[in-house]
Antibody
Framework: EVQLVESGGGLVQPGGSLRLSCAASGFTVSSNYMSWVRQAPGKGLEWVSVIYSGGSTYYADSVKGRFTISRDNSKNTLYLQMNSLRAEDTAVYYC?????????????????WGQGTLVTVSS | DIQMTQSPSSVSASVGDRVTITCRASQGISSWLAWYQQKPGKAPKLLIYAASSLQSGVPSRFSGSGSGTDFTLTISSLQPEDFATYYCQQANSFPPGTFGGGTKVEIK
């Protein structure tokens, strides 16, 4: 069974840093497209970043240059390093895995999600 | 980037009603569209991918249609467990995986 468990959220001051983790089980992180998606309180979903199975990484313009996505294959864990945090980064952060339905692979859709971890940026 | 616009932003309906939600892309995305359901305090759940393909385990009362710029999600007979917020997501130019603003389905 595919499972994703996020951790690392919390309260941080503006300008501070935080590293989120997403521990995966039931599949291999490095064989899939893994994304971070966030949701500000009472707001909609916003895609943040993705790491491809080949290692390429991409970011939303709103976090480019401040956030870094990475993975540790030995720990089967995905990370999001967040620096220079701003109030507008306050959100629940979800990690999400691509979709494999039958024999098809749909890397751009998010089939599996973690429970989310709350990041609050405030002084 | 491609923008996704959902309408309505909220809809009030009764159990048994047919509910239709619309999603419009700012440019053509072929059939590269997904629909998600999110309940309060929970992670989103993939319902429909490739505009009209039903994710395994999703009830057949959910259906998706459309291509190009205009898409719809239809719930043929609303059930109590369907009251939630629904999001569309384009996958034509990924990344980014742009989401629509959401449609909240509320009890009438």
């Amino acid at each position: 069974e595919v499972q994703l468990v996020e951790s690392g959220g919390g309260l941080v001051q503006p300008g501070g840093s935080l590293r989120l983790s997403c521990a995966a089980s039931g599949f291999t992180v490095s064989s899939n497209y893994m994304s971070w998606v966030r949701q500000a309180p009472g707001k909609g979903l916003e895609w943040v970043s993705v790491i491809y199975s080949g290692g390429s990484t991409y970011y939303a313009d709103s976090v480019k240059g401040r956030f870094t996505i990475s993975r540790d294959n030995s720990k089967n864990t995905l990370y999001l390093q967040m620096n220079s945090l701003r109030a507008e980064d306050t959100a629940v952060y979800y990690c999400a895995r691509d979709s494999k339905e039958g024999s098809g692979w749909y890397p751009e859709y998010f089939q599996h999600w973690g429970q989310g971890t709350l990041v609050t940026v405030s002084s | 980037d491609i923008q996704m616009t959902q309408s309505p932003s909220s809809v009030s309906a009764s159990v048994g009603d047919r509910v239709t939600i619309t999603c419009r892309a700012s440019q053509g995305i072929s059939s590269w569209l997904a629909w998600y359901q999110q309940k309060p305090g929970k992670a989103p759940k993939l319902l429909i991918y490739a505009a009209s393909s039903l994710q395994s385990g999703v009830p057949s009362r959910f259906s998706g249609s459309g291509s190009g710029t205009d898409f719809t999600l239809t719930i043929s007979s609303l059930q109590p467990e369907d009251f939630a917020t629904y999001y569309c997501q384009q996958a034509n130019s990924f990344p980014p995986g742009t989401f629509g603003g959401g449609t909240k389905v509320e009890i009438k």
